[in-house]
C-alpha cells in the first residue's frame, strides 16, 4: 500500500513543480518579509486605517488608545490600511507630515513596534515614492511600506496587496487630483503581475491564517461602496484560495461584513481619524455584524486555532468582538 502511494505521488510532485518553473520562469516575486511570532505560536496585532492628520479629528485620541490596547493585548506590530497623509500624502521623504502625523503622534512605547503600511489614494496624490524610501526607516525604524508585499508571521500569511492602481477613475476622472503614477506604468501590465503574483503567492500559502490587506472596500455599506474593479479583479482571486479575511479601509467607519456565500470576513477599519458620521447604504442585516460611523480602529489575537477580534471606539470602549475558530485537523 505504501509503496503504491508513494508511487502515484512522485509523479505528482514532480509535474507540479516543473509545471510551476515552466510556467512562471521570470515572474518576479513580492517582497517577502518575516515577523517573528510569540514563542507559543501566537500573534496579535492592531490595524488603524486612514489617519493623518496632524492629530487632528481625534487622530491623537485615537493614538492613545490604540497605545493602551496595544498594552494589554502584547502587540507584535501594527498594520495600516493606508491614506497614511492626508490629503496628499507626503511631499518628499524630507515632508515634516512624517514627523506630524506618524512619529510625533503614536508615541505610546506599546506602539513602538513594527508598523506595515500599504498606499491609500491619497497617498498616491504625493511623491509616492517617498513612503516607499528606505530614508523613512532611518528616521524611524518602525516604518515599513512596500507596493505589494507578503508578510510571514508563524500561523498567519498576510498579503499586502496595493489597491489604488485598480481603480479606473483615478485614471479616467482624477478631477483636480494629480496622481504619482511613477512604477506604476504601463498601468495593465503592472495590475496583471500584481493579480498573478498574489494569487500564486496565495497558492504557494501553507499557513494556518490567510488575511489579505488593500486600501480600497471590496465590500462595504459605507460612502464609496464596493470597488467594481476589486469585486471584479482581486475578489475572485481571494475566494479561490480560501482566505479567511480582507481587511481594508477607504471608508471612513469601523465595520464588520461576513460574506454569507464565501464566509470571508471583510473588515474595514478605516476610523484614524476623520470619520463619515451617518453616512451609510443598505446591507443584509444578516451580513453586516457592525457598521460604526466614529472613530476607532481593530485589534486580532491568533492561535493556530482561533482568532479575536474586536473593534474600539475612540474611548477605547468595544464596540463589536467575536471569535473565529478554526479545527485544528482542518487548519492547515
Ligand atoms: C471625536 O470623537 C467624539 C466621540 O466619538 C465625537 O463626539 C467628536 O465629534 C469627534 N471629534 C471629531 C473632530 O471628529
Same mark, same amino acid.
Given at each position: 500500500?505504501?509503496?503504491?502511494?508513494?508511487?502515484?505521488?512522485?509523479?505528482?510532485?514532480?509535474?507540479?513543480?516543473?509545471?510551476?518553473?515552466?510556467?512562471?520562469?521570470?515572474?518576479?516575486?513580492?517582497?517577502?518579509?518575516?515577523?517573528?511570532?510569540?514563542?507559543?505560536?501566537?500573534?496579535?496585532?492592531?490595524?488603524?486605517?486612514?489617519?493623518?492628520?496632524?492629530?487632528?479629528?481625534?487622530?491623537?485620541?485615537?493614538?492613545?488608545?490604540?497605545?493602551?490596547?496595544?498594552?494589554?493585548?502584547?502587540?507584535?506590530?501594527?498594520?495600516?490600511?493606508?491614506?497614511?497623509?492626508?490629503?496628499?500624502?507626503?511631499?518628499?521623504?524630507?515632508?515634516?507630515?512624517?514627523?506630524?502625523?506618524?512619529?510625533?503622534?503614536?508615541?505610546?512605547?506599546?506602539?513602538?513596534?513594527q508598523w506595515y503600511n500599504v498606499? *491609500?489614494? %491619497?497617498?498616491?496624490?504625493?511623491?509616492? &515614492?517617498? =513612503? @516607499?524610501? #528606505?530614508? !523613512? +526607516?532611518?528616521? /524611524?525604524?518602525?516604518?515599513?511600506?512596500?507596493?505589494?508585499?507578503?508578510?510571514?508571521?508563524?500561523?498567519?500569511?498576510?498579503?499586502?496587496?496595493?489597491?489604488?492602481?485598480?481603480?479606473?477613475?483615478?485614471?479616467?476622472?482624477?478631477?483636480?487630483?494629480?496622481?504619482?503614477?511613477?512604477?506604476?506604468?504601463?498601468?495593465?501590465?503592472?495590475?496583471?503581475?500584481?493579480?498573478?503574483?498574489?494569487?500564486?503567492?496565495?497558492?504557494?500559502?501553507?499557513?494556518?491564517?490567510?488575511?489579505?490587506?488593500?486600501?480600497?472596500?471590496?465590500?462595504?455599506? *459605507?460612502? %464609496?461602496?464596493?470597488?467594481?474593479?476589486? &469585486?471584479? =479583479? @482581486?475578489? #475572485?482571486? !481571494? +475566494?479561490?484560495? /480560501?482566505?479567511?479575511?480582507?481587511?481594508?479601509?477607504?471608508?471612513?467607519?469601523?465595520?464588520?461584513?461576513?460574506?454569507?456565500?464565501?464566509?470571508?470576513?471583510?473588515?474595514?477599519?478605516?476610523?484614524?481619524?476623520?470619520?463619515w458620521r451617518g453616512d451609510i447604504?443598505?446591507?443584509?442585516?444578516?451580513?453586516?455584524?457592525?457598521?460604526?460611523?466614529?472613530?476607532?480602529?481593530?485589534?486580532?489575537?491568533?492561535?493556530?486555532?482561533?482568532?479575536?477580534?474586536?473593534?474600539?471606539?475612540?474611548?477605547?470602549?468595544?464596540?463589536?468582538?467575536?471569535?473565529?475558530?478554526?479545527?485544528?485537523?482542518?487548519?492547515?
Amino acid at each position: 500500500m505504501a509503496s503504491i502511494r508513494q508511487h502515484m505521488f512522485f509523479p505528482v510532485l514532480l509535474t507540479a513543480s516543473v509545471f510551476c518553473f515552466c510556467a512562471n520562469p521570470s515572474l518576479a516575486e513580492l517582497p517577502r518579509l518575516k515577523q517573528p511570532a510569540k514563542a507559543d505560536n501566537s500573534l496579535s496585532f492592531l490595524v488603524v486605517g486612514d489617519w493623518g492628520r496632524k492629530g487632528e479629528y481625534n487622530q491623537t485620541l485615537v493614538a492613545k488608545q490604540m497605545g493602551i490596547v496595544g498594552k494589554n493585548l502584547d502587540i507584535d506590530f501594527v498594520i495600516s490600511t493606508g491614506d497614511n497623509f492626508y490629503e496628499d500624502g507626503l511631499k518628499g521623504v524630507d515632508d515634516p507630515a512624517f514627523y506630524e502625523s506618524f512619529v510625533d503622534i503614536y508615541t505610546a512605547p506599546s506602539l513602538q513596534k513594527q508598523w506595515y503600511n500599504v498606499l *491609500g489614494n %491619497h497617498d498616491y496624490r504625493g511623491d509616492v &515614492e517617498a =513612503q @516607499l524610501s #528606505p530614508v !523613512l +526607516k532611518v528616521k /524611524d525604524s518602525r516604518w515599513i511600506c512596500f507596493r505589494s508585499f507578503i508578510l510571514n508571521s508563524g500561523i498567519v500569511d498576510f498579503f499586502f496587496v496595493d489597491t489604488t492602481p485598480l481603480v479606473d477613475k483615478y485614471f479616467t476622472d482624477p478631477g483636480d487630483d494629480t496622481y504619482d503614477w511613477k512604477g506604476v506604468l504601463p498601468r495593465q501590465a503592472y495590475l496583471s503581475e500584481l493579480l498573478e503574483d498574489v494569487d500564486s503567492a496565495l497558492k504557494q500559502s501553507k499557513a494556518k491564517w490567510k488575511f489579505v490587506v488593500g486600501h480600497h472596500t471590496i465590500k462595504t455599506a *459605507g460612502h %464609496h461602496g464596493n470597488t467594481l474593479e476589486l &469585486e471584479e =479583479q @482581486l475578489l #475572485p482571486i !481571494l +475566494k479561490a484560495n /480560501d482566505i479567511d479575511a480582507y481587511i481594508n479601509g477607504h471608508d471612513h467607519c469601523l465595520e464588520r461584513i461576513t460574506d454569507s456565500e464565501s464566509g470571508i470576513e471583510f473588515l474595514t477599519s478605516g476610523g484614524g481619524s476623520k470619520a463619515w458620521r451617518g453616512d451609510i447604504k443598505r446591507w443584509n442585516k444578516e451580513e453586516l455584524k457592525l457598521y460604526y460611523d466614529g472613530q476607532g480602529f481593530m485589534s486580532m489575537q491568533i492561535t493556530e486555532t482561533r482568532a479575536d477580534v474586536i473593534f474600539y471606539d475612540v474611548y477605547g470602549n468595544v464596540l463589536h468582538k467575536w471569535t473565529i475558530t478554526k479545527d485544528l485537523s482542518t487548519a492547515a
